[in-house]
C-alpha cells in the first residue's frame, strides 16, 4: 500500500530532528550574519564556486560576455545586481514551460544554491518571487513544475536546517511587567512564559523530499521567509517583480483602493463610478491562487519592507502599495479578518507616509531672523 | 537639498534684510557680514563679527556657521565649520566637567564658571551638529552619521552619569535631543542598517533627557525600522538589560514592546494621539494572528480618539480572526444598528458570514447579505459577487432547520441559484465550486456535486484536503468504494504525515463499509501508531500552541475503532475502546450512544435506553439517538408507537436524508397497520441508502 511506505520511511526523519527541542530561533541570526560575507574577501574556494557559476550561466544566457569574469568587483555582486543578466534570466524564466525538470536555468539555480556559496544563493533568492511566483500560479494550469519544485525545495531544506527543524515563536509582551524600555510597579521577578501570549509566526518545519500539493503553499511560504531574511540586500527590481506577483496571485486589480481604502472622500467614489465599469470584472484574472495564511503571512511582511522599509524607492513603493490594494480588495473576497486588518493596515501606512504632514524634519533647526550665541 | 550658492544668495539677499546676530549684549544687522561671505571671504566677515561682537575666534566661526547653514548655503557652512578644531575644543572642555560634576556640594561656588563651560560646550556641539546636518544636505551620509556620533560621543564624555535634568542650557540640551534623533537616521539613510539599530538603542537606554514627544519619536522610528528593515537586530547588549526585567528576543517583539509602549503614552497623555501608532501595531499583531492583544489594546484607547463604529468593527475583525465570532457579531449587530452605520459594507459581509455558518442565525444572516447586495455599489461593486455567495451559504444553512419541506426545498433551490448566480461573477474563485459541491452533495444530487468536486480538486492543484475529503465521500455516496479509496490514497500522498489523521479515518470507514474489518483494523493500529508518534514528537506544550484541527485526534480513532467492533459484535473489545473513548472525552453524547449500542447488542435492553436518553439529554439534537430510542420503543408495545413515531418524525426534521429513521418510521406505519405510508417509508429509505456516504457531508467543514 503507497501510503503505508511514504509513511514509515517518513516517521522515522521528522521525529529525530525534532526531538532536538530547545527554544532557538537564535539560530537563524547566526546563519544571517554567515550570510553576509562580505564581498570583498571571498575565499579562493568560493570565486572559484563562482566562476564556475558563471561560466555555466553564461552556456545557458546568450550573452554573457566572458569578460565578467575580469571585473573588478565581486563576480557574484556584479550577478546580482546586473540589470542585464536579470532580464535575460526572468524573460528565460517566464518562458511558457520554463519549469520543467530537465530545464537548464532550473538546473542551474539549483546547482548554484547547492553551492552553499552565500552570495550565489542570494543570486538564487534574488530571482525566487518570479521562480514562486509562476510556480504558484502554473499549479492548476498542469505544467511541467519539477524544475521549480526542485529549486523551492532546495530552498526549503536550506532553511529546515539552518533552523534546525524549530518553530518561530513570538511572546507578545505583557506591560504590565517591565521591560528594557519601560518601567512598571509590578515586581519584575514572576514574569513567566505561562503570562506572556506565545504566537507561533512560522511552525516547525518537517523535511520534505517532494512538493506533496497539501504542503506547497508552506513550503513556498518558508522560501518567501528566507526571502525577506534576505531582503535588505536584494536589488529593487526583485522586489519590483515580487510585488506584481502579489496582484496577479490575488486576482484582484485593487484599483478601487489605489488610494487607501477609506470611504471618506465621496467625491472620488463618484468619480470612480464612471471611470470603474469598463469591463473590469470581463477580465478574467489568469493566475489567482489559494492564498493561506502560511503563505500570505510572509508575502505581506515582506510588502511591509517595500513600503515601509529604510530604502524609499518610489517605483517599488508604487508597485508595492498596488499589490497591497489587491491582496486588501482579495481579503475581502475572502472575508478573510486577519488578512484585512493586516492589509488594510498597510494600504493606510502607505498613504500616511506620502502625507507631508507626516514628513516633518524634527532634526532641523528653528529658522530664526535673530541669531544669538 | 543641494543647493547651488549663487543662486541662493541673491534670493536671501533682498529676502531677509532684517536678519541680526546678537552676542555678549550687542546686536549686529548681518548684512555686510553677508555681503562678505557671499564673495568667499571668510577671513573678513570672521573678523568683523569678532570685532563687532567682541567674540573669540571660536564663537565668531559657530555663528558665520549657523548663518550660512540658515541662509541654506550647506556647503559653505561646511567650509566655515571645518576652520574650527572641533577636536580640541572637545577635549578642551571636557576636564572642566569631570571635575565638576562629581563635587555637587560646592556648587554655588562654580556656578558661573559652569555656565560658561556649559555655554562653550553648547557652542561647540551646536557646530558640530550643523555641520552633520550640512553634510546631510550635501548627500554625505557617512560623513555626517560621523560627525553626529562626534557630538554623542562628547556629551557622553563631558557628562559621565548622564545630562543632569535641571542644570543644563536649554540649547545644549535641544542640539543633544536633535543629535540624538538624527544619528539613527543618517545611519539608516547610509545603508548602515546595524550601525542604525544600535543607535537607536543607544538613544533609547542611554541618559539623554529626551522629551517626551522626542523620545515617541525614536520610539516610533525605531519599532519601524525592526519591523521591515529586514535585518534582524539580535539581543539588546548585556549592560542593557535590568535583572528581570522584559528583554524581547527578535524584532517582532522589540516592535511590538515599542508600539505598546507609545499607545499606553498616549492614554496617559504624555504625547498626542498619532494614529500610524496603531496602524503599526495593527499589523504586526495581526502578522502573528494575537488579535485578540490587539482587541485589548483597542479596547484601552479613550473615547473621541476615533469614532464607536470603527472601534466596534475593528474590533470585530479582531474577534472574528481569532474564532471569537459570537463577541464579533454582538459588536457588529450595534454598529450595523440604524442609528449607526448600517450600511457599512465590510461589516455586513462579515456579519452576514458569521451567521452562515450557524443554522440558527442564517436567517439574520440573509438580512445582512441583502443588505450587502443593495451597497455593492460605487468601487465596491467588485463585492457583489461575495455578497451573493454569502446569501446563498445563508439560505441553504437555513434550509437546514426550516420546519416545513416546502420551505425547504424551495430555500435550497434558492442558495443554489444564488450560488450560480455568484460563480458567474466571481469565475475564478474555487471557494465557490466546493460551496455548490457541498449543497449539491447535501440534497443527494451525487453526479452534479461529484462534478464540481472534481473541479475543486482541480483548480486548487489539490492542495485543500477538504476538496479530497468531500471527492470521496461523494464517490462512497454513490457505492462507488473502490474509486473512493484510490482518492484517498492519492490525497495520503499529496499529504504529510500529521495531516493524514481524517483521511486515515474516512480509509478505514471505507474498509469498513466494505466489509473488509481487518484492513479497517490495521489502518485503525497505523493510526494509534501516528497519535502516539505525534504526542513523543511535539509534547504536551507544543501541540498547545500549534493546536491545528488536522492532527490526528486520538478520541476519534478509539471511537471509530469501538464502532467497528460493535458492527463486529465483538463486545468485549468494544468495551476497552470505548472505556478509551471515555477517558478522552468526558460527557460525550457519542460515547454514551455507542455505549447503548453496546448494551443493547448485549442484551440488555433497558441500560441501553437509558444511555441513549443520557445521550439525548447531553445533545438534544442528536438524531442517530433519536432513532435508535424510536426504533426501541416501537418494538416494545403498541402504546409505546406514538412516541417512537414522533421522535422519528423529530429526527427527520433536522436530518431529512436518514436512512435509518425513514426505515424504523416505515416499521411503525406497518406495525399500525398503514401499509401505503410504510411503503413510501421503506423506498425513501431504500432510495436514500444508495446515496448514503460513509460520513456525514457536514463532517468535511
Redesign the interface.
Known amino acids: 500500500?503507497?501510503?503505508?511506505c511514504?509513511?514509515s520511511e517518513?516517521?522515522s526523519t521528522?521525529?529525530t530532528s525534532?526531538?532536538q527541542?530547545t527554544f532557538t530561533?537564535?539560530t537563524?541570526?547566526v546563519t544571517?550574519s554567515a550570510f553576509n560575507i562580505p564581498p570583498e574577501t571571498p575565499s579562493s574556494s568560493s570565486s572559484f564556486n563562482t566562476h564556475l557559476a558563471i561560466q555555466s550561466l553564461s552556456s545557458i544566457l546568450t550573452t554573457v560576455s566572458p569578460s565578467l569574469l575580469s571585473q573588478d568587483q565581486d563576480p557574484a555582486f556584479y550577478l546580482l545586481h546586473n540589470p542585464d543578466i536579470s532580464s535575460q534570466v526572468s524573460s528565460l524564466l517566464r518562458l511558457p514551460d520554463s519549469g520543467a525538470g530537465d530545464n537548464n536555468l532550473c538546473r542551474w539555480f539549483y546547482d548554484t544554491f547547492q553551492s552553499s556559496e552565500p552570495q550565489l544563493q542570494l543570486v538564487v533568492l534574488r530571482f525566487l518571487p518570479i521562480i514562486a511566483g509562476l510556480y504558484l500560479s502554473r499549479?492548476?494550469l498542469k505544467k511541467p513544475l519539477a524544475g521549480f519544485e526542485a529549486v523551492l525545495l532546495a530552498i526549503y531544506a536550506h532553511e529546515t536546517t539552518s533552523r534546525a527543524g524549530q518553530?518561530m515563536?513570538?511572546?507578545?509582551?505583557?506591560?504590565s511587567?517591565?521591560?528594557?524600555?519601560?518601567e512598571s510597579k509590578k515586581p519584575?521577578?514572576d514574569?513567566d512564559a505561562a503570562d506572556l501570549?506565545?504566537?507561533?509566526?512560522s511552525?516547525?518545519l518537517?523535511p520534505?523530499v517532494t512538493v506533496?500539493?497539501?504542503?506547497?503553499?508552506r513550503i513556498v511560504g518558508v522560501a518567501l521567509e528566507l526571502y525577506?531574511?534576505?531582503?535588505?540586500l536584494m536589488p529593487v527590481g526583485s522586489k519590483i517583480d515580487f510585488c506584481e506577483f502579489c496582484k496577479v496571485w490575488s486576482?484582484?486589480d485593487g484599483d478601487?483602493?489605489k488610494d487607501g481604502e477609506l470611504q471618506d472622500d465621496q467625491e472620488n467614489?463618484?468619480f470612480?463610478?464612471d471611470q470603474?465599469?469598463l469591463g473590469?470584472?470581463s477580465v478574467?484574472?489568469e493566475g489567482?491562487i489559494?492564498l493561506p495564511?502560511e503563505l500570505l503571512?510572509p508575502v505581506?511582511?515582506i510588502l511591509?519592507?517595500c513600503?515601509?522599509?529604510?530604502?524609499k524607492d518610489k517605483e517599488l513603493i508604487c508597485s508595492a502599495s498596488a499589490a497591497c490594494g489587491s491582496l486588501y480588495?482579495r481579503s475581502?473576497?475572502?472575508?478573510n479578518?486577519?488578512?484585512?486588518?493586516?492589509t488594510?493596515?498597510?494600504l493606510?501606512?502607505s498613504k500616511?507616509a506620502l502625507d507631508p504632514k507626516?514628513n516633518v524634519d524634527?532634526?532641523?533647526?528653528p529658522?530664526?531672523?535673530?541669531?544669538?550665541? | 537639498m543641494v543647493r547651488s550658492q549663487s543662486a541662493d544668495s541673491s534670493e536671501y539677499e533682498d529676502q531677509?534684510p532684517?536678519?541680526?546676530?546678537?552676542?555678549?549684549g550687542i546686536c549686529m544687522k548681518?548684512s555686510e557680514v553677508e555681503a562678505k561671505l557671499d564673495e568667499g571671504n571668510i577671513q573678513e566677515a570672521e573678523s568683523s563679527l569678532r570685532e563687532g561682537?567682541s567674540?573669540n575666534f571660536e564663537?565668531a566661526r559657530?555663528?558665520l556657521g549657523?548663518?550660512e547653514?540658515?541662509r541654506g548655503n550647506v556647503e559653505a557652512a561646511l567650509h566655515v565649520f571645518d576652520g574650527i578644531d572641533l577636536q580640541v575644543a572637545i577635549q578642551r572642555l571636557q576636564p572642566s566637567f569631570s571635575e565638576k560634576q562629581p563635587s555637587r556640594k560646592g556648587r554655588s561656588r562654580g556656578d558661573s564658571q559652569h555656565a560658561v563651560s556649559q555655554?562653550s560646550a553648547s557652542?561647540v556641539l551646536e557646530a558640530i551638529y550643523?555641520k552633520a546636518?550640512s553634510l546631510q544636505k550635501l548627500g554625505r551620509l557617512n560623513d555626517a552619521a560621523h560627525e553626529c556620533k562626534r557630538v554623542l560621543d562628547a556629551v557622553e564624555k563631558i557628562f559621565h552619569q548622564g545630562i543632569p535634568d535641571v542644570q543644563v542650557d536649554n540649547r545644549l540640551q535641544d542640539t543633544v535631543r536633535?543629535a540624538v534623533?538624527?544619528l539613527p537616521?543618517l545611519l539608516?539613510?547610509a545603508?548602515c542598517?546595524q550601525e542604525?539599530m544600535s543607535a537607536y538603542r543607544r538613544a533609547?537606554?542611554s541618559q539623554w533627557n529626551l522629551d517626551d514627544d522626542?523620545c515617541s519619536?525614536i520610539?516610533k522610528a525605531f519599532a519601524?525600522?525592526l519591523?521591515?528593515?529586514?535585518?534582524?537586530a539580535?539581543p539588546?547588549s548585556l549592560a542593557?538589560?535590568?535583572?528581570?526585567?522584559?528583554?524581547?528576543?527578535?524584532n517582532?517583539?522589540e516592535a511590538?514592546?515599542?508600539l505598546?509602549?507609545l499607545v499606553?503614552k498616549f492614554y496617559l497623555g504624555k504625547i498626542v494621539w498619532d494614529?500610524?501608532v496603531l496602524?503599526?501595531l495593527?499589523?504586526a499583531?495581526?502578522?502573528?494572528?494575537?488579535?485578540?492583544?490587539?482587541a485589548k489594546e483597542l479596547e484601552e484607547i479613550m473615547p473621541g480618539v476615533f469614532h464607536r463604529v470603527d472601534r466596534w468593527n475593528?474590533l470585530a475583525?479582531?474577534y472574528?480572526?481569532v474564532g471569537q465570532n459570537t463577541a464579533a457579531l454582538n459588536l457588529l449587530r450595534k454598529s450595523l444598528h440604524k442609528h449607526e452605520q448600517p450600511d457599512d459594507l465590510?461589516a455586513l459581509?462579515?456579519a452576514a458570514?458569521i451567521c452562515c455558518e450557524d443554522s440558527h442565525l442564517a436567517a439574520e444572516g440573509v438580512g445582512y447579505a441583502q443588505r450587502a447586495i443593495a451597497n455593492a455599489?460605487?468601487?465596491?461593486?467588485?463585492?457583489k459577487?461575495?455578497a451573493i455567495r454569502?446569501l446563498g451559504l445563508c439560505s441553504g444553512k437555513q434550509a437546514t432547520i426550516s420546519p416545513s419541506d416546502f420551505e425547504r426545498s424551495r430555500l435550497q433551490s434558492e442558495a443554489l441559484k444564488l450560488l450560480d448566480a455568484a460563480i458567474s461573477?466571481?469565475?475564478?474563485?474555487?471557494?465557490l465550486l466546493f460551496e455548490l459541491g457541498m449543497l449539491y452533495a447535501e440534497q443527494r444530487n451525487l453526479n452534479t456535486a461529484l462534478r464540481y468536486a472534481k473541479q475543486f480538486v482541480?483548480?486548487?492543484?489539490?492542495?485543500?484536503?477538504k476538496g479530497w475529503r468531500l471527492l470521496a465521500l461523494i464517490l462512497s455516496a454513490q457505492q462507488r468504494f473502490s474509486e473512493a479509496e484510490v482518492v484517498i490514497?492519492a490525497a495520503?500522498?499529496?499529504?504529510?504525515?500529521?495531516?493524514?489523521g481524517p483521511l486515515?479515518r474516512l480509509k478505514a470507514k471505507l474498509k469498513t463499509s466494505q466489509s473488509l474489518p481487518m484492513d479497517a483494523i490495521e489502518t485503525y493500529r497505523?493510526l494509534l501508531?501516528?497519535v502516539q508518534?505525534q504526542r513523543?514528537?511535539?509534547?504536551p506544550l507544543?501541540s498547545v500552541?500549534?493546536a491545528g484541527d488536522d492532527r490526528v485526534n486520538e478520541y476519534e480513532v478509539w471511537h471509530g475503532l469501538a464502532d467497528l467492533y460493535s458492527r463486529l459484535s465483538h463486545w468485549k473489545d468494544m468495551e476497552v475502546c470505548l472505556g478509551k473513548a471515555g477517558e478522552l472525552k468526558q460527557y460525550s453524547a457519542e460515547v454514551l450512544y455507542t455505549e447503548g449500542v453496546m448494551l443493547q447488542g448485549r442484551g440488555k435492553v433497558e441500560e441501553a435506553m437509558s444511555s441513549y436518553i443520557n445521550a439525548l439529554l447531553l445533545d438534544p439534537s442528536f438524531v442517530r439517538c433519536k432513532i435508535l430510542i424510536g426504533a426501541l420503543l416501537s418494538k416494545r408495545d403498541t402504546n409505546a408507537l406514538p412516541v417512537a413515531r414522533s421522535i422519528l418524525s423529530d429526527a427527520l426534521k433536522i436530518e431529512p436524508t436518514n436512512r435509518m429513521a425513514w426505515y424504523y418510521l416505515g416499521i411503525i406505519h406497518r406495525v399500525d397497520g398503514r401499509i401505503a405510508d410504510a411503503a413510501d417509508c421503506f423506498q425513501a429509505a431504500s432510495m436514500l441508502e444508495e446515496s448514503d456516504p460513509i460520513e456525514n457531508f457536514s463532517s468535511i467543514l
Open positions: 500500500m503507497t501510503e503505508d511514504s509513511s517518513e516517521t521528522p521525529t525534532i526531538s527541542d530561533t537564535e537563524t541570526t544571517t499549479v492548476a518553530a515563536t513570538v511572546n507578545v509582551p505583557d506591560l511587567h517591565p521591560s528594557i524600555y519601560h519584575a521577578k514574569i501570549n506565545l504566537a507561533v509566526i511552525p516547525s518537517e520534505h506533496r500539493s497539501t504542503k506547497r503553499a525577506y531574511s534576505k531582503m535588505s486576482g484582484q478601487e483602493y467614489v463618484e470612480r463610478v470603474g465599469n473590469k470584472e478574467i484574472k489567482r489559494a495564511w503571512q505581506l511582511r511591509g519592507h513600503l515601509l522599509g529604510p530604502n480588495s475581502l473576497h475572502d472575508i479578518t486577519q488578512a484585512i486588518l493586516a488594510r493596515s498597510l493606510r501606512l500616511m507626516n524634527h532634526t532641523e533647526i529658522v530664526t531672523d535673530v541669531i544669538s550665541l | 531677509t532684517s536678519r541680526e546676530v546678537w552676542a555678549n548681518t561682537l567674540l564663537e559657530a555663528l549657523r548663518l547653514y540658515q555655554h557652542l550643523l546636518k536633535q534623533e538624527l537616521e539608516k539613510q545603508g542598517y542604525a533609547l537606554l522626542n519619536r520610539q519601524v525600522f519591523m521591515h528593515s529586514g535585518v534582524e539580535g539588546p542593557a538589560q535590568v535583572d528581570g526585567s522584559y528583554v524581547p528576543k527578535h517582532l517583539e511590538i514592546l515599542l505598546m509602549i499606553r494614529p500610524s496602524e503599526h495593527t499589523f499583531l495581526s502578522l502573528c494572528g494575537q488579535t485578540s492583544v490587539l475593528t475583525l479582531c472574528s480572526a465590510i459581509l462579515l458570514k455599489q460605487g468601487r465596491n461593486e467588485h463585492l459577487g461575495v454569502i461573477l466571481e469565475k475564478n474563485n474555487p471557494d482541480d483548480a486548487t492543484g489539490g492542495s485543500l484536503l490514497d495520503l500522498d499529496e499529504t504529510a504525515k500529521w495531516e493524514q486515515l497505523y501508531a501516528l508518534a513523543k514528537s511535539f509534547g507544543r500552541s500549534q
